[in-house]
C-alpha cells in the first residue's frame, strides 16, 4: 500500500482526466503488435509507469505487445530509434533536435511523440567541499560523463549560454557506475548528468548528495529545455500510427496509477530488477514527478504536450549552441498527433 504522504502528494490529480484514463477498456481482437523500445537507462524507480502499463495489461487491451530494454544514455536512445535498431525510444528531445538538425538534406529522423519530462534535469554536480560554485570556476577544470550523457552533449550549449570557453574545460569519459565514484575520489573535478540520477546514485554508495554535493543546474544559465520524450521511428510513425496511439494511451494510463501508488510502480521496477533498492527507486521517482514533469504549463496543455512558443525557443538555444547545419522546424521534432485527448491526460502530479 502507498504511504499517506505518497497519497496525499501524489494521488491522482487530474480530475476528470483520470476517471477517462482508468475506465477499462475491452481487448483488442486482433494479434498484437510486437515492438521494441530502449529506455534512457538502466532499470529505475522513474520507469515505473512504462511498467505498470505492461503489468497491470493496459498494453495487452491496446493489443501492444512491448519489449522494454534497459538503455545507456537519453542520447543513445535516439541514436539506436535513428538507426532502426529499436521502434521506440525514452530518449533527450534535445539529442533528437540534434540529429535531424545535422541529418542530410531530405533525411526523414525519428519523431518526439510524448515530452514526458518537461523541466530541464542538466546539471554538472561538483563536491561541496571544493572551489567550483559558478560556472566561471570550471576554467582549467576535468569533468566527466558517460559519453551518451545528454548533459555531457549538452555542454557547448551550457558553456556558450554561460559565458565560458567550453575549450577551457577537459571533458572525459567514464563509465556511468563510476561516476560519482571519480568525483568522490577527486579523480574529476565535476561530473555530467541529470540531478535526480546523480543525488540517488550518490545514495546508493552511502553518500548524502545534500552534505556532499553542489549542483550548477543548466536552467539557471537559462537553458529551458524539454528533456525525455517517447521517440518514435518514421517507420512506426507512417505504418501502425494508431498502434502509435493505443501504445501512448496505455502508458498515460500507467503514469495515472504511479500517481495513485508509488509503490507499485517501484514494485513494477523491481520485478525487472529484484537487486534495486526500493526506497532509493521510490525517493528518485516521486523526485523525477516533482522536479522532471511539474512544469506549470502541465496544467494547460497535460503531460506529454509542449509549449509551441518554448519548444520553439528550446530548438533555436541548441541549434545555435551546437552550430547545427540547419535549425529544425518544430513539427520536424515532435507531433503532438498521437497523445490521448487532454481531458484524458494527467494534467498535474498533485
Given at each position: 500500500m502507498s504511504?499517506?504522504?505518497?497519497?496525499?502528494?501524489?494521488g491522482v490529480a487530474a480530475g476528470t482526466a483520470c476517471l477517462a484514463a482508468c475506465l477499462p477498456r475491452p481487448a483488442l481482437a486482433q494479434t498484437?503488435?510486437?515492438?521494441?523500445?530502449?529506455?534512457?537507462w538502466r532499470y529505475q524507480g522513474p520507469q515505473g509507469f512504462f511498467f505498470l502499463a505492461e503489468d497491470r495489461g493496459f498494453l495487452r487491451e491496446e493489443g501492444i505487445d512491448l519489449v522494454m530494454d534497459q538503455g545507456n544514455g537519453s542520447g543513445a536512445a535516439v541514436g539506436a530509434v535513428g538507426s532502426g535498431s529499436y521502434d521506440l525510444g525514452f530518449g533527450d528531445i534535445n539529442a533528437l533536435v540534434s540529429l535531424v538538425g545535422r541529418a542530410s538534406p531530405g533525411t526523414?529522423?525519428?519523431l518526439a511523440v510524448a515530452a514526458l519530462y518537461n523541466r530541464p534535469p542538466f546539471t554538472i554536480a561538483v563536491r561541496a567541499d571544493g572551489p567550483i560554485r559558478t560556472p566561471q570556476d570550471l576554467k582549467g577544470r576535468t569533468v566527466g560523463g558517460p559519453a551518451n550523457d545528454s548533459a555531457l552533449k549538452l555542454f557547448p550549449a551550457f558553456a556558450r549560454m554561460a559565458g565560458i570557453d567550453p575549450a577551457g574545460v577537459t571533458v572525459?569519459?567514464?563509465q556511468p557506475a563510476l561516476r560519482e565514484q571519480m568525483l568522490q575520489r577527486g579523480q574529476v573535478d565535476g561530473v555530467f548528468g541529470f540531478v535526480n540520477t546523480i543525488r540517488f546514485s550518490a545514495k546508493l554508495i552511502g553518500l548524502d548528495p545534500d552534505r556532499s554535493l553542489r549542483f550548477i543546474d543548466y536552467a539557471d544559465a537559462g537553458m529551458d529545455l524539454y528533456s525525455n520524450a517517447v521517440i518514435a521511428s518514421?517507420?512506426?510513425?507512417?505504418?501502425?500510427?494508431?498502434?502509435l496511439r493505443r501504445l501512448l494511451r496505455a502508458f498515460n494510463?500507467?503514469?495515472?496509477?504511479?500517481?495513485?501508488?508509488?509503490?507499485?510502480?517501484?514494485?513494477?521496477?523491481?520485478?525487472r530488477e529484484p537487486l534495486i533498492d526500493r526506497g532509493v527507486e521510490k525517493d528518485r521517482l516521486?523526485?523525477?514527478?516533482?522536479?522532471?514533469?511539474?512544469h506549470p504549463e502541465g496544467r494547460r496543455i497535460g503531460i506529454g504536450d509542449v509549449d509551441d512558443a518554448r519548444f520553439a525557443r528550446s530548438i533555436a538555444i541548441v541549434a545555435e549552441a551546437?552550430?547545427?547545419p540547419r535549425m529544425p522546424a518544430p513539427e520536424e521534432v515532435f507531433s503532438r498527433a498521437f497523445l490521448p485527448p487532454l481531458a484524458e491526460r494527467v494534467t498535474t502530479l498533485g
Open positions: 504511504s499517506p504522504l505518497s497519497r496525499r502528494r501524489f498484437p503488435v510486437r515492438l521494441r523500445m530502449v529506455l534512457n526523414v529522423g525519428p572525459v569519459n567514464m518514421r517507420r512506426l510513425v507512417a505504418g501502425k500510427p494508431e498502434a494510463r500507467g503514469i495515472t496509477e504511479t500517481l495513485k501508488d508509488p509503490d507499485a510502480a517501484v514494485e513494477a521496477v523491481a520485478r516521486i523526485a523525477t514527478l516533482k522536479a522532471e514533469m511539474s551546437e552550430s547545427l
